[in-house]
């Protein structure tokens, strides 16, 4: 992504950004969703558990807001794994008039923005989920034992496990997957060896990261990066 910032006044972690397509521009899965202004049209992408490669034009700009995490199953009133791969229309979720965003933005961003805003009112979001589901998210880092988790957020393993279902749309073991994945990417597009990089983010060996990233990217890390 490029072109990010955090939506503010609105207290909620939201980031708005946009990125410029290509043929065949591949989004990778990471644990994520995100509310898109793509074809003058408001869609819904759910969290990934795959790379999906876009039908996208040379040049092509989409612009996107990501929603808060474990925000989605409170403003779109569904749990997010009924959105895991999956791309809609918000209006197929909300309605029509609930999608609507009103007349007056002149840019995706702003119209990103109060469509977003939209949603906060209409779905009036529980405090406590959402404190929740931010120390959840907190906690499910790289590296952590799920059982380590669930301690230090008081749930047991299998409430853990419902709330980070209904929030990310995945169980905590899924999440910390994407989220390691996500971490050996950044490392590598700063230069560092490959084989540096699946030690440093707790891969068994280069080889495991290699297999890893081709299950979850569809490539090799090496023709991954490169492209």
């Known amino acids: 992504m490029s072109g990010y910032r955090e939506v503010r006044g609105m207290r909620t972690g939201a980031v708005l950004w946009r990125v410029t397509a290509g043929p065949g521009h591949r989004v990778l899965p990471d644990g994520a969703v995100d509310l898109l202004w793509w074809r003058e049209r408001l869609v819904v992408a759910g969290p990934d558990t795959r790379a999906v490669v876009v039908d996208t034009a040379p040049g092509e700009e989409i612009a996107g807001l990501r929603l808060p995490p474990g925000a989605a199953a409170e403003l779109l009133g569904r749990p997010a794994s009924e959105l895991t791969d999956v791309r809609t229309d918000l209006a197929e979720l909300v309605g029509a008039r609930a999608a609507d965003p009103g007349r007056g933005a002149s840019r995706p961003g702003e119209l990103l923005e109060r469509a ?112």
Do not use: M, N
């Not at 959402?130 to 669930?150: E, K, Q």
């Not at 957020?153 to 995945?170: D, E, I, N, Q, W």
């Open 116 to 227: 977003y805003a939209a949603l906060w009112r209409r779905a009036d979001p529980d405090p406590a989920a959402l404190r929740l589901a931010a120390a959840l998210d907190r906690s499910l880092t790289v590296g952590t034992p799920v059982g380590r988790v669930a301690a230090r957020t008081g749930l047991p393993l299998r409430t853990l496990h419902r709330v980070s279902t209904r929030a990310f749309g995945y169980g905590p073991k899924t999440l910390t997957r994407i989220r390691r994945f996500q971490l050996a990417l950044d490392r590598a597009r700063r230069g560092e060896p490959l084989a540096e990089v699946a030690v440093s983010v707790g891969y068994a060996d280069q080889a495991h990261l290699t297999r890893e990233v081709t299950r979850l990217a569809g490539l090799p890390p090496r023709r991954l990066l490169g492209g």
